[in-house]
């Protein structure tokens, strides 16, 4: 350095700081501000070409921004050369300092112009390079210009100066123009502000002040939401995500092929690990999960986004850890004799440096956020999209393994967990490194003293160790408990109808209390434990701190002074926020790692065999050869199965109950196991499964499937499907919304819409399990004859079909019979019948059953009306009888045409929609205070009161011993002993004096905190309890109409995240915003008490503080508000997923459905985005306000250091460090407060819903014995499901005597299943009375009326649980009673099969049964209620014909002497009923007995029979 400078000093103390005015040396000058920036470019400039290099090439136009650019550069280069001329020419020689500077200068305006054309090429909007760069150049040759005047250089040598000048002035300009954007060339891809805003914009979040004007003058709404930038979006993020899964699988065994080429998408993602042998090996396949890291593959795919955002982290680290130094330097300024003002400048540089490190680490901190909580909603949209994948892959044997309910909280609760905790991830390393740095500097001021304060650190990290061990595992347990609730929630509110009908909503409400009081016995746990952790923390600065204090005044002979406490104050201030941060910290990695760990075991799950199926180009359209196939690879079902059918051919697959029909559909799909064989199948496939999945859709968008509209088509499949009358009485027609699992349709309407799906998909191979179960005979006829049969839609198509109904036999080409897994025979209908073998004893036991039966009523009619017509020989003649019934049900078909063009009353529904499901709405505005206290009121207002005292408390117990620390280096007896040596004895009793009060404030800090952890702990469960309860009691008490409106996604939200909210983060939120409040309040009341100045500065800076609040708060508390309503339709998606993934995959509408959850993840994100840049700008305003407070005190302190004491102004500067992160940390809690308080908003919309009439009517109970007769009298009744809906019963007037057996018939939308429900009141009246026994029904508690009814509904709900609960849920019967309704019911001997007999586990929605099973156990339960009154809807349709004749002959048996209501859709099964009701448009169209109404030939119900031919 001395060779460069000659003879010039590189640094002089006393010139530069000493003097009244700073002077640099030359040597200074040339070197450092020239060498720090220019330096700086030219070493990331390796790095930086190579991002260059590596960018994609998509160029800007020339425009006059880069033309001036390079003009300037030019010209700046030109000056250089000058400057480099006049400083070489009187030392000729290259080696000197300011020679080497201007040829460095020289050299960098190459570089930069090599920049700004290549940036232009790659077409960069901004650069931060080339703005970092400017900006350092024109705050550095600040200090050169400052030097030049001062040396006045101007008149000694004015062409330098002249040059220096105009070199300055291209600076200026040249950082105006890097302040603006470049204008990109125009493309198709969406682009966000962001992406198109400059440097100086992103840095300090300038380019979200315009949304924010709009959600300031007014709320924002959904269509206000900014697009984000399409490398953000979740299509890309999962394109990249597949990219590095995939690349961890090279590793493993790979055995699977392409599924879909048109969905590229799930090609390779979370691939099966099956390795499947050739074809007839016997041996069993590898079948277990995969073991990929999710961890591994998140950090290739976020790794540098990670690091960018610690190496933020560091730099807020740093800066944290200068400010006490400078704090340190400020007080030996102050402390200094007074008089001495030469150097007051200095104190105002030490103020001003106090100001820029606290202004940069403000700045870091803000962008660290921005990065880290992006980052988290990347990884948030990357895991949903993942999940959504596994869901539409994963096997159906994985599968069962996790309930709907835990998959769904993997969507909903674990990628919160994960998006909220991301930006404190790996932040434990730069507590620690706060942690290390403020002990060193500790040790540089207190010495051996600060090794006590690190023992005590020691001796408390195995115990915080220990706790947050058992803290992980206890978080485990209750995320499972929580899983294990939402699963049952979801259960109880997708059979909500059920519970009501049976009155068993209070039972199931109380098992969801159990297993509430379960998870929070486990939240108590938790939260004991992190209070615990959080009070050792929290109380661990005290004790260093005495500790340290302590051992100093006994080692140390020095008095304590401002500087050594007010220094080690501030940086025991730092060390107290980083023991609390790794506290928070700590905690919050593991709730990472535990949901990582539960996402990374779903996505670790075996997929389906992508190879099980193959996809042939020629020969058969189904083909299998020796295959056997499994649910579970232990125990196969289906075995020995050899099929081959021919491309146009129609089969039907029968046989009894669990014998494998449907499964043999599944394992065409590839659905189940393949253990071995081959399976081939020539094009593509549509399927129809047994219970109809249909979407939260309109009618048309169901049958459109993301397929293209053909009008013409279109409304023959509808024709065909018989669904054109349908949409004549539905309130939109075909643009009618159909609600959650198709809740307001009927069953054969739903059926229907499921079939009409498959026809117009316009597949190769059809498989269709059981589709005409559900419907009307006659229009099951219909739907063969114009569907399936020769001469319907699909008489040119391959069609396998399950059917249960032997009407339809005849007609197909070739029959299947499965019996034990196992293909029995096969054959044509008459091969088959010929062959005697087990199908023609199915056959003849059926019709030997239905002679007993349904044929005896027809001979009961003819008879009754007088017709000679012959009955068949049913033992005689299988074909002749199977073809009459054949021609009844064909003949039937038009009996329904011509009852639809009669009763049709066409409706013109032109650009009509129906919503059924309104989109969720938000408040607006603030938050009310009336919902925080609803929250204050459940914990309980005293109790409030007394936990803000006691933290108060415990702050003011902090605060005064902070005050008694000055009070202690002030004291007479301190100051005199640093001159005079003889006062040890006095100051050692002072010092004993001192340290004994100080540890009075911190036992009272201890005591206070202690209290308030118990008290805090108990309240918050507490009301985390009662607010869980009252939601759910008014939810399982609303009306049905409100779960027919309402997704189940968004009722689960309310009991999922909203609960999580209220039980963790708003007790937390609340605590945070207390202290934050608390502690400001002291920190200016400490500065207040130092510096009363400093009251002139509070004034204009808690204006524009309030300013910034009301700013920020209206678009971030909207914004919060439309993020929740935003989530809602992802779950809801997911569940419908879900439940319907496997006709998803059969239609091969994967890529279909993961494009619109993205859609729907993208809006999510979307808003989530934009709340985090504003809580960005929010923060790094905030701060700024906190650094000017930071200055203001400074300059204070500086300006009066005459007549404050340096312990006082310790205190207030030591104090005012602290502001930024109080000033700053309470927006930021408010904001989160309001947040979390919009979780209770929506809890509470929920409470205030609509209820049902009371359960039980006090005043007026009916007798234990009613029903005793079972006389049920219809007065005038007339009912509608909702308020703005017509009526669905009108006038209704009936009257059905006691015994009687009556069958309701009509179309569809004739009000027959409301009339059912008007029974059970699920629906009241809107005027008339419904009377049984005597007693009107809306006298009555609602239980009083349901639990003395008995129905036996269509479709067969059961619950997670064993076969007892589910016969006798409310635990009232001996297992006698359900040994003997068992036996009656037809299932005994299944259920002694089983190893654990009644405690058997029946799945989740009884999945662990077949339909008829299902179905039997619902039986079961009507025969030990056994009223008085029975109704049946329908109930055997979806049952084969051996459990169908079953089911009739119990309820003839057993329900002889009651009442019996039939809703009928075979006319046949109620022709020996005492009465027939016609319904038609709600009315009452005729009522009379069978053989009445069949006389009356101008009846209804005589056509209906005339064209059934069952009279002549």
Not at 1173 to 1188: K, V
Not at 1458 to 1472: K, P, Q, S, W, Y
Request: overall charge neutral.
């Amino acid at each position: 350095m001395n060779q460069l400078c000659k003879s010039s000093i590189f640094w002089d103390w006393n010139q530069t700081v000493r003097e009244g005015q700073p002077l640099f040396t030359p040597c200074f000058l040339s070197t450092v501000p020239v060498w720090v920036i220019h330096g700086w470019i030219w070493m990331v400039s390796p790095f930086y070409v190579y991002y260059l290099f590596n960018a994609k090439t998509n160029p800007n136009p020339v425009n006059w921004r880069i033309v001036i650019k390079t003009l300037l550069l030019a010209v700046n280069t030109l000056l250089l050369i000058v400057q480099w001329v006049l400083e070489y020419t009187p030392h000729h020689s290259l080696w000197n300092a300011a020679v080497l500077g201007f040829t460095l200068q020289i050299c960098t305006q190459f570089l930069l112009g090599f920049y700004i054309h290549m940036e232009r090429w790659k077409g960069f909007v901004t650069s931060g390079v080339l703005f970092t760069y400017w900006t350092g150049a024109v705050i550095i040759n600040i200090v050169l210009l400052y030097d030049k005047i001062i040396k006045l250089e101007y008149v000694r040598s004015t062409w330098l100066f002249t040059s220096f000048c105009a070199m300055y002035v291209i600076l200026w300009m040249q950082w105006v123009l890097s302040c603006l954007t470049e204008i990109p060339k125009p493309n198709n891809k969406e682009s966000s502000p962001y992406s198109t805003s400059s440097f100086p914009s992103r840095l300090l979040f300038s380019w979200i002040v315009r949304f924010m004007m709009r959600g300031y003058r007014r709320p924002l709404k959904k269509k206000d939401i900014m697009s984000m930038d399409s490398r953000d979006k979740a299509g890309y993020l999962l394109s990249k995500y597949q990219n590095y899964w995939n690349a961890s699988i090279s590793t493993s065994k790979k055995c699977c092929i392409q599924r879909r080429n048109d969905f590229p998408m799930l090609e390779s993602v979370g691939q099966s690990l099956l390795a499947m042998n050739d074809v007839g090996d016997s041996t069993q396949p590898e079948y277990h999960p995969s073991n990929h890291s999710l961890l591994r593959t998140l950090i290739k795919m976020f790794g540098r986004e990670f690091l960018m955002f610690h190496l933020l982290a560091m730099i807020t680290v740093v800066c944290k850890m200068i400010s006490p130094q400078l704090l340190r330097f400020l007080l030996e300024f102050i402390a200094e004799p007074h008089g001495e003002k030469g150097q007051l400048w200095w104190g105002y540089v030490l103020a001003v440096s106090l100001f820029v490190v606290s202004a940069l680490q403000s700045i870091c901190y803000s962008h660290y956020l921005y990065m880290s909580l992006n980052l988290g909603r990347r990884l948030s949209a990357t895991l949903m999209s993942a999940l959504y994948v596994k869901v539409l892959a994963i096997s159906h044997h994985s599968k069962q393994s996790s309930s709907d309910g835990e998959i769904l909280n993997l969507m909903s609760v674990d990628t919160s967990t994960i998006r909220n905790v991301m930006m404190f991830l790996g932040m434990w390393f730069e507590s620690i490194l706060e942690i290390v740095l403020s002990i060193y500097f500790l040790y540089d001021i207190l010495g051996y003293a600060t090794f006590a304060g690190c023992g005590v650190l020691v001796l408390l990290m195995p115990m915080n160790v220990f706790l947050s061990s058992r803290l992980f595992k206890v978080m485990q347990k209750h995320m499972k408990l929580k899983d294990d609730r939402i699963n049952l929630l979801s259960e109880v509110i997708n059979g909500i109808k059920v519970l009501k009908l049976y009155a068993w909503e209070m039972i199931f409400k109380d098992k969801m209390i159990d297993k509430r009081n379960a998870e929070l016995r486990k939240l108590m746990n938790v939260k004991v434990i992190e209070r615990i952790v959080e009070t050792f923390f929290h109380i661990t600065p005290f004790l260093v701190m005495f500790t340290v204090l302590l051992t100093y005044i006994l080692i140390s002979d020095t008095p304590l002074d401002a500087k050594t406490v007010f220094v080690s104050l501030s940086l025991f201030n730092v060390l107290k926020y980083s023991v609390d941060d790794l506290n928070y910290f700590v905690r919050d990695n593991l709730k990472f790692f535990v949901a990582l760990k539960r996402i990374n075991t779903f996505l670790n799950a075996v997929d389906i065999q992508e190879d099980s199926v193959e996809r042939c180009q020629q020969g058969k359209a189904v083909d299998i050869i020796d295959g056997e196939f499994a649910w579970d690879i232990n125990s196969s079902l289906l075995k020995e199965v050899n099929i081959a059918i021919p491309e146009g051919g129609l089969v039907a697959v029968v046989g009894q109950v669990g014998q494998g029909k449907s499964s043999l559909l599944s394992a065409i799909l590839g659905e189940m196991i393949k253990i071995k064989g081959k399976v081939c199948v020539k094009g593509s496939i549509a399927y129809v499964p047994q219970q109809a999945w249909i979407q939260n859709a309109t009618i048309q968008d169901n049958i459109l499937f993301g397929n293209k509209m053909d009008e013409k088509r279109y409304h023959e499949v509808l024709g065909a499907c018989a669904l054109t009358q349908d949409l004549n009485v539905l309130p939109a027609g075909d643009q009618t919304e159909i609600g959650e699992r198709g809740i307001n349709l009927s069953g054969g309407q739903k059926q229907r819409v499921s079939l009409a799906r498959a026809v117009y998909s316009d597949r190769d191979v059809y498989l269709l399990d059981d589709p005409l179960s559900a419907v009307d005979s006659y229009v099951g006829s219909h739907i063969f004859d114009e569907v399936i049969g020769s001469s319907g839609l699909l008489k040119d198509k391959t069609c396998i079909m399950v059917t249960h109904g032997i009407q339809w036999l005849p007609k197909v080409d070739n029959i299947i019979v499965f019996v034990n897994g196992k293909i029995s025979e096969s054959g044509t209908y008459e091969e088959l019948i010929n062959h005697a073998g087990s199908f023609a004893e199915f056959l003849e036991t059926y019709l030997m059953d239905t002679d007993k039966g349904d044929v005896k009523g027809e001979v009961k009619v003819e008879a009754l009306q007088g017709t000679n017509g012959s009955i068949f020989d049913l033992r005689q003649s299988l074909n002749d009888l199977s073809k009459r019934h054949l021609h009844v049900t064909s003949s039937t078909s038009l009996s329904t045409e011509t009852l639809e063009s009669v009763m049709a009353d066409k409706v013109n529904k032109d650009d009509i929609k129906h919503t059924l499901i309104e989109e969720e709405t938000s408040e607006t505005g603030k938050v009310k205070w009336k919902q925080f206290m609803t929250y204050f009121r459940t914990i309980g207002v005293g109790y409030c009161v007394l936990l803000v005292t006691l933290f108060g408390l415990s702050e003011c117990m902090t605060l005064l011993g902070n005050i008694w620390l000055s009070r202690w280096t002030d004291d007479p007896v301190m100051t005199s002993a640093k001159t005079n040596t003889n006062g040890s004895s006095s100051l050692h009793k002072r010092n004993i004096h001192f340290i004994g009060c100080y540890l009075g404030f911190g036992l009272g800090q201890i005591i206070s905190m202690v209290l308030y952890g118990i008290l805090c702990v108990l309240r918050t469960i507490g009301a985390s309890r009662a607010l869980h309860a009252n939601l759910l009691h008014t939810t399982v008490r609303c009306p049905i109409s409100v779960f027919d409106t309402t997704p189940s996604g968004r009722i689960i939200n309310r009991f999922s995240q909203d609960m999580e909210v209220v039980d963790t983060m708003l007790p937390l939120n609340l605590e945070n915003l207390i202290f934050c409040i608390i502690s400001t309040l002291g920190v200016l009341a400490a500065i207040t008490y130092s510096v009363h100045w400093f009251l002139l500065v509070v004034i204009p800076l808690g204006v524009i503080y309030y300013l910034i609040m009301s700013f920020h708060l209206p678009s971030s508390r909207q914004l919060r508000r439309i993020i929740s309503t935003n989530r809602s339709p992802i779950y809801s998606y997911f569940s419908e997923t879900l439940a319907g993934a496997s006709v998803i995959r059969a239609f091969g509408k994967e890529n279909q459905f993961m494009i619109e959850m993205q859609r729907r993840i993208n809006d999510f994100h979307q808003a989530d985005w934009l709340d985090i840049a504003i809580t960005s700008w929010r923060s790094l305003y905030i701060e700024m306000l906190g650094c000017l407070v930071i200055l203001a005190t400074c300059i204070i302190a500086v300006g009066t250091k005459d007549s404050i004491s340096p312990g006082i102004a310790g205190l207030s500067v030591s104090y005012s460090l602290t502001i930024i992160l109080s000033m700053n940390w309470f927006v930021y809690v408010f904001t989160l407060v309001e947040t979390s308080a919009v979780s209770v908003e929506r809890i509470a919309e929920y409470t205030e819903k609509e209820s049902e009439n009371d359960l039980i009517n006090v005043d007026h109970r009916p007798s234990e014995d009613w029903p005793g007769q079972g006389q049920v009298t219809l007065s005038s009744y007339s009912t509608r499901y909702r308020s703005q809906l017509d009526l669905v019963l009108r006038n209704i007037n009936v009257t059905i005597k006691p015994g009687e057996k009556v069958g309701i018939v009509g179309r569809t939308g004739a009000g027959k299943s409301s009339l059912a429900l008007a029974l059970f009141r699920l629906i009241e009246p809107v005027s008339g009375n419904i009377e049984i026994d005597g007693e009107r029904l809306t006298d009555l508690g609602l239980h009083d009326c349901r639990s003395k009814l008995t129905i036996l509904p269509q479709d067969p709900v059961l619950f997670s649980g064993t076969l007892r609960m589910n016969v006798d849920p409310m635990d009232e019967y001996t297992d006698e009673e359900i040994w003997n309704a068992l036996e009656h019911a037809h299932l005994k001997s299944y259920v002694l099969s089983l190893s654990t007999g009644l405690d058997s586990e029946c799945g989740e929605s009884g999945e662990n049964l077949s339909v008829g099973q299902k179905q039997l156990v619902c039986l079961a339960r009507s025969l030990l209620r056994k009223t008085k009154i029975l109704i049946l809807d329908e109930a055997t349709a979806a049952v084969d014909l051996e459990t169908d004749d079953l089911i009739q002959r119990t309820i003839r048996e057993e329900f002889r002497e009651c009442t019996v209501l039939t809703i009928a859709h075979r006319l046949n099964t109620v022709m020996d009923y005492d009465r027939i009701m016609v319904l038609d448009k709600g009315c009452v169209l005729e009522y009379d007995t069978p053989q009445n109404l069949l006389a009356d030939d101008k009846s209804m119900f005589h056509e209906l029979a005339k064209n059934a031919e069952i009279i002549k």
